[in-house]
Structure formats: structure tokens, C-alpha cells
């Protein structure tokens, strides 16, 4: 019998390794002969540890199992599907995951995440084979076509990066993907590299058939060991089987992948920082223009995409641009994986089209806040998206619709908070992290920040309220306009959405009151 319990790091966090362990040792006992793969997490974070079975039924997951009840489970025979408490039914049948559309996830948490074979029975390389009969410009074409949009958070053409490069003639091009997933409340990053590593191989392999460029970069975060281990030995059975090195899949065009770690910056999840870390530097942004696909990595024209905009490159190439544009809305268009988090009773991963709104993925998906209070605010975006009121849910995830409302989606982290949150110490905490994580190369950004902080505190403290209030507004216009990047000049958006929508909790004397 083929049990699945998850090796990514959410499910371990809560004793998958444990479990598999325990797993193991009753089987023996009771001369039971198990097959444990440890797959990828479905994204249903709180069934983990979710162990699925495979029965005539297909396969039958239970969840949330700690060591102690695998001795009932054992009893209710659920190696064959046997009812038991924790019995979930088919996966695929749990609401959350039953409404989703999954194209970039359609593979994590099903397939052994280190078995090419399993990944190209699961419809996998598939995009890559169609790439290597094409020309570069007709990869290009469709990816451009397909309407893919940056998912790192800028939103920009993917087809357009591409067609960049492939246009700038140089002896050397590079392909870099950005998993350095920082953003507060994101994990999508870390399920694919865990879940299904070959997936990010195929979408940037075919990015360098597609530019010409015949070498990669994976840029993974230093709090993310597993994953990069993961990658790594991903990297290293395309290589033994044809999928990566001098001549991928016979083709006699060349391409190969390296994973780094970074150390521990935020600021190194903005590409011109990333590039400057991955040349074994300090990690300090880059003056724009030139732009990194004219001169990038080590000078070089280079794509540097996130790795959510990799991953959808093989079902682009797979199913046509026409089948990927059909999901989503205005010019957003494909789908997004949010990630759901903070005080939510269901938080874990949910892949729709764009155009689906907070309210339905907040109270559908994730069942309204775990705490059982009424949603307060909610943060889209990272540390640096603003901050939105319970009454404005029905905005639809979609990146024009949240720039309307000086919003963003960025990598499609949602984090909830209940009633009792308190927003000036969320605004304090925004500027407090941009003077911690800023790379000091601006002004604004660099000195800006501590002295938010410093205002924020003495409005806190109900100092000379009014003028400290219009003093922090006149330093966010200052930050927005003259920083050099995207922290110093995104770091007033949840400042500034703070005290517009939530003036009450800036007024100590009203604070009081509600006390
Ligand atoms: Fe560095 Fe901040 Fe300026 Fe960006 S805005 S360049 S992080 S100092």
C-alpha cells in the first residue's frame, strides 16, 4: 500500500517526520508492508500532517494525524479507506481544494516530488518537448500572448522581459529565478520547490531555450534550507536524465541550473540587489536603467523572473497561450496562487483566476478568522501592501483593482487580523521593518524610516497629535517619491492605509475610551 505523508516544511513543522517515523515502525510491527512516499503538502495546511492512502476508492486522505493515532488508525483498517475520525474522504472532494482552479499546483502534494517519471505521467515536461520544436521568437510570442504577468509583485509582461533579451546580442545570457520569497504570509514559493521542484526546472529551462540564454540562477532564501536542499537534488536527476545539461533532450541546445542561498536581507528580493548578491556581493540596489535583461547578472542580458512566473510557463507552453488567457479578468489574466494567513481558521494555499475577491477567499477558503472575531483589516501584499477595512472585501483580486484603491497584490500573501488588532502599531511596525531591511543606498528610505518610527511613537503617545500626523504624511510623500526602490517607496502604503481607514486607533484619547 503507497502511504503519502508530506516532506514539506509546513507539515513537518507540525510532526510529519514524526508520523512517517511512527508510521514505519508500526507497519513492521504489525507485518504490514507499507510504500511511504513523502510527497509535496496539497496546500491545506490545517489538515497537516494529511496522510493520504491509496484504496480502490482512489486516494483517501486523514488528517490532522499526530504518532498517537496511528494505533486506532491501524485499527480501523485505513489502509484500505476505513472509517476513522480523522477520515477526510478524497482530497479532491474537500471544498477548499475541490473550488480551486489549479494549473501551476495541479501536481503538489499528488506526485513523489523527486520522480520524473511521476511528473511526466502528471502531464509534466510536456511544455518543454513542445518548446524545443519551436523557434526562440515563437516562445516568446506566447508567453507574451498568454498575457503572464510578473508575479513578484510589479506585475510587468513576462513575454516582454523575454523578448528583451532575446533581442540583446551578447556572448552570454542568463536565465535567475526569484525565490526569495520574503514577503509575510507567502509560501508558494517554498510548495513548489518542495512539492514539485521539476516544474520550476521545465519553466526556466524553457526561458533559456526561449532567449538563448544556456545557464540559470535559482536564488532561494536562507530561511528556506529544505527547500533548497530539495532543489538541489531535483537539479541533479534532470541532469542524469537529460532534462538539463549540454544537450537537453537530445536537442542539442544547452542549458544547466544552480541553486544559491541567500543570507538573510529582504532587500535581496528585488532583482537588482538579488543580482548584486549573486555576484558575491553586498546586497545594495542598482541604478535602473540599464535594465537587468539589456545588462544583468555579471553584465549580461538576463531574465529575472519570480519562480510563480516560471511556473507557469510549462502550461502556457503545454495548453497554448488561448487556454491560460481564458482564466482571469481585464488585464489580469491566468491564475494566482494566494496564500492565506494569519488569523484564518483554513489557511493554506489557494490557486484561482484572477477576478475571485478577498471576502470569497477569506470566509469560503478560509472559513472566516480562527479566533471567531469579526475580520478587522487585512494585508495584501507583503509587508509593503496596504491595509484594507472588513468593508472593502468585495475588491476583486485583480492588479488594476487594487492599484485603484493604492493597493497591491504583489505575491498574493493575504494576512488577516481580527478586532483586536491595533493599526498604529502595525504602521509603527512597517516603518520599523523598512529601517531595519532598508539597504541604506537612499536617503529616504535610509533615514526616513528611523525617523517614522520616531513620529509614529510620539503620535502613539498623543504628542502634539495633529502636527506629528501631518509631519508622517509629509515624510511618506517624501519616501514615495524620492526613494530609489520599491521598500522605501512602498513602505508609507500601510502607513498611510493605516491612518486613512483606521483614524480611530491613532487618537490616544479615543483609544482610551474604547479601553
Ligand atoms: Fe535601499 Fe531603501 Fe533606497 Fe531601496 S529605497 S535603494 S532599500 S535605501
Excluded at 239 to 267: C, H, M, Q, W
Amino acid at each position: 500500500v503507497r502511504v503519502y505523508v508530506p516532506g514539506d516544511s509546513s507539515a513537518v513543522a507540525v510532526g510529519a517526520n514524526r508520523v512517517a517515523h511512527a508510521l514505519e515502525r508500526l507497519a513492521r510491527e504489525k507485518k504490514v508492508e507499507i510504500e511511504i512516499v513523502r510527497n509535496g503538502s496539497r496546500g491545506l495546511y490545517w489538515l497537516e500532517p494529511m496522510v493520504e492512502v491509496t484504496t480502490s476508492e482512489g486516494r483517501i486522505a486523514y488528517g490532522p494525524v499526530a504518532p498517537g493515532d496511528l494505533a486506532g488508525l491501524f485499527e480501523a483498517g485505513f489502509l484500505s479507506g476505513g472509517q476513522h475520525a480523522l477520515r477526510l474522504g478524497r482530497p479532491e472532494d474537500i471544498p477548499f481544494l475541490k473550488n480551486q482552479e489549479r494549473l501551476m499546483f495541479a501536481r503538489c502534494g499528488i506526485t513523489d516530488p523527486l520522480s520524473v517519471e511521476e511528473y511526466r505521467a502528471h502531464g509534466g515536461f510536456r511544455g518543454l518537448a513542445k518548446a524545443l520544436r519551436m523557434q526562440p521568437q515563437e516562445i516568446v510570442s506566447e508567453v507574451t500572448e498568454s498575457g503572464l504577468r510578473g508575479r513578484g509583485g510589479a506585475g510587468f509582461p513576462t513575454g516582454i522581459k523575454w523578448k528583451t533579451v532575446l533581442e540583446t546580442k551578447a556572448e552570454r545570457k542568463y536565465i535567475v529565478c526569484n525565490a526569495d520569497e520574503g514577503d509575510s504570509g507567502t509560501f508558494a514559493d517554498r510548495m513548489i520547490m518542495e512539492g514539485d521542484p521539476f516544474l520550476l526546472i521545465e519553466g526556466m529551462t524553457i526561458a533559456g531555450i526561449a532567449t538563448g540564454a544556456t545557464k540559470g540562477f535559482i536564488y532561494i532564501r536562507s530561511e528556506y534550507p529544505d527547500a533548497f536542499r530539495q532543489m538541489g537534488r531535483a537539479i541533479e536527476i534532470a541532469r542524469n536524465t537529460g532534462y538539463l545539461g549540454p544537450n537537453v533532450l537530445g536537442s542539442g541546445k544547452a542549458f544547466d541550473l544552480e541553486t544559491r542561498l541567500g543570507a538573510g536581507a529582504y532587500i535581496c528580493g528585488e532583482e537588482t540587489s538579488l543580482l548584486e548578491s549573486l555576484e558575491g556581493k553586498r546586497g545594495v540596489i542598482r541604478f535602473k536603467p540599464p535594465l537587468p535583461a539589456i545588462k544583468g547578472l555579471f553584465g549580461q542580458p538576463t531574465v529575472i523572473n519570480n519562480l510563480l512566473s516560471f511556473a507557469s510557463v510549462p502550461v502556457i507552453m503545454d495548453d497554448g497561450a488561448n487556454f491560460y488567457k481564458n482564466y482571469g479578468t481585464g488585464r489580469s489574466r491566468g491564475t494566482q496562487p494566494f496564500q492565506l494567513a494569519g488569523n484564518v481558521k483554513q489557511g493554506g494555499l489557494i490557486e484561482k483566476a484572477f477576478g475571485v475577491t478577498l471576502k470569497e477567499l477569506i470566509y469560503d477558503f478560509g472559513g472566516g478568522t480562527l479566533s471567531g472575531r469579526p475580520v478587522r483589516a487585512v494585508q495584501v501584499g507583503g509587508p509593503l501592501g496596504a491595509y484594507l477595512r472588513a468593508d472593502q472585501l468585495d475588491i476583486p483580486m485583480d492588479y488594476e483593482a487594487f492599484a485603484a484603491v493604492k493597493a497591491m497584490l504583489g505575491h498574493g500573501g493575504i494576512v488577516v487580523f481580527d478586532d483586536t488588532v491595533d493599526m498604529a502599531q502595525q504602521a509603527r511596525f512597517a516603518m520599523e521593518f523598512c529601517a531595519v531591511e532598508s539597504c541604506g543606498k537612499c536617503t529616504p528610505c535610509r533615514i526616513g524610516s528611523t525617523r517614522g518610527v520616531e513620529v509614529i511613537d510620539r503620535i502613539i503617545a498623543d504628542q502634539d497629535r495633529a502636527k506629528n500626523l501631518r509631519l508622517l504624511d509629509d515624510l511618506c510623500e517624501t519616501m514615495v517619491d524620492g526613494s530609489l526602490c520599491a521598500l522605501g517607496g512602498l513602505t508609507p502604503f500601510p502607513v498611510q492605509s493605516a491612518i486613512r481607514y483606521f483614524p480611530e486607533d491613532f487618537d490616544k484619547p479615543s483609544r482610551k475610551a474604547a479601553e
